[in-house]
């Protein structure tokens, strides 16, 4: 069965400080992994997709890597503010091939807390 | 503005009580999801539709229909609702069904159910 954990379900930090958020999973065949953010009350918005041959890929002060070998994602998120308050979504997509859609496994997500 | 819509935001209704929740996107993409988010359960597809009247069942679709009778419209559609559908609703939509397409979401529906 495909699944997707995240850790820690949790976090609070202070502004300014960094921080690394994790994501494992086992879905098979793999195709790409995209990193979301939500804010409370909010749809999903997307950070950063990464496919099998890319290692890191950044997007302003989130940076995403990827190691297929192991399964593992992180994401980190640098010199945090505010507004980064919000849940990070892992979610890994499966080819299931025959021109169908592809499968979506969506992880938990971390809720992260930026404090002044 | 390039967007998702969902109507309504916030609604409240009693047991049996048929509802429909539409969905609308002005960005001319083929590919339209529902999904479900509980807390501590993440979010759950329930159905999607990669064209119109094209619909499948994603991994949760008990208690629900949907219909794609236009490009730009997927309502979800709670036939007789029930107190384990009280949720938060997302539809999303994306160019085409590829994974590669990023899903744009809506704003979403509090859905509680008596």
């Known amino acids: 069965k495909n699944q997707v954990e995240q850790s820690p379900q949790s976090l609070i930090i202070l502004e300014g400080k960094n921080c690394t958020l994790q994501c494992n999973y086992t879905v098979s065949p793999f195709s790409n992994l995209r990193w979301y953010k939500q804010d409370t009350g909010r749809g999903p918005v997307s950070l950063t997709i990464?496919?099998?041959?890319?290692n890191t890929k950044s997007n302003g002060r989130y940076t995403a890597t990827l190691d297929a070998d192991t399964k593992q994602s992180s994401l980190h998120i640098t010199a945090s503010q505010l507004s980064d308050s919000a849940s990070y979504i892992c979610?890994?997509?499966?080819?299931?091939?025959?021109?169908?859609?592809?499968?979506?496994?969506f992880g938990k997500g971390t809720h992260l807390i930026i404090q002044p | 503005e390039a967007q998702v819509t969902q109507n309504p935001r916030y609604l409240i209704t009693v047991t049996g009580k048929k509802l429909t929740v539409t969905c609308s996107q002005n960005?001319?993409?083929?590919?339209m999801s529902w999904y479900r988010q509980d807390p501590g359960l993440g979010l759950r597809q329930i159905y999607y539709?990669?064209?119109?009247?094209?619909?499948d069942k994603g991994d949760v679709p008990e208690g629900y229909k949907v219909s794609r009778k236009e490009k730009r419209n997927f309502p979800l559609i709670l036939e007789s609702p029930s107190p384990n559908q009280t949720s938060l609703y997302f539809c999303?939509?994306?160019?085409?069904?590829?994974?590669?397409?990023?899903?744009?979401f809506g704003p979403g529906t509090r859905l509680t159910v008596l």
């Open positions: 999303a939509s994306s160019l085409f069904a590829s994974s590669y397409n990023e899903q744009f």
């Open positions: 990464m496919t099998f041959s890319e």
């Open positions: 979610v890994v997509s499966a080819n299931r091939g025959g021109g169908g859609a592809d499968g979506l496994t």
């Open positions: 539709s990669m064209n119109v009247e094209v619909t």
């Open positions: 960005m001319n993409h083929e590919y």
